[in-house]
C-alpha cells in the first residue's frame, strides 16, 4: 500500500500516517512525504497508479516517485489571507494590514521547503 501525503512541511498528516504505520507492523505499507500539494501530489499519485497497472514492483515505484518529486514545484496565489490569519499561521493584524495595501501572497513549495512571497497585483507575474 502506498499512502501519498500532503508535505510535512505544511502539513501533520505525514507524521500521522507514520504513526499509524506503527501501529500496523505486519502490513506493508510505504509512507511518502509528496513535499507538494494539489496537482503535484495528484501527479504523483496517478504515475504510481499507472505503474502499478503495469506490474511494476513497490521498491520500483517508490524510486520512480522520489525522482518524480523532485521535478515537481508547486506555486499558488492566495487571493486573501483571512484563512491563513483565522488558522493562526499569520497574524489578524499582518492579513489586515496585506488586505488594505492589495498584497497576494505567492507561495511556493520547493525542495521540501516554502518559500512564502508577496506580490503587488500592479506588477507582472
Not at 37 to 42: N, T, V
Not at 46 to 56: P, Q, V, W, Y
Not at 71 to 84: H, M
Request: one cysteine or more; charged letters at 20%; aromatic letters at 6%.
Amino acid at each position: 500500500m502506498l499512502c501519498f501525503c500532503v508535505s510535512s512541511e505544511i502539513s501533520a498528516s505525514f507524521e500521522a500516517a507514520v504513526s499509524a504505520r506503527r501501529m500496523m507492523p505486519e502490513r506493508d505499507i510505504h509512507i511518502i512525504d509528496t513535499r507538494s500539494l494539489s496537482m503535484g501530489q495528484g501527479f504523483m499519485v496517478l504515475a504510481a497508479a499507472e505503474a502499478a497497472e503495469t506490474g511494476m514492483a513497490a521498491p520500483e515505484i517508490l524510486s520512480m516517485i522520489e525522482k518524480m518529486r523532485d521535478r515537481i514545484f508547486f506555486f499558488g496565489v492566495l487571493p486573501t489571507l483571512k484563512y491563513v490569519a483565522m488558522s493562526g499561521r499569520v497574524s489578524h493584524i499582518a492579513a489586515g494590514i496585506a488586505n488594505v495595501i492589495n498584497i497576494k501572497p505567492i507561495l511556493t513549495i520547493r525542495e521540501c521547503g516554502r518559500t512564502p512571497r508577496a506580490r503587488n497585483p500592479g506588477s507582472a507575474y
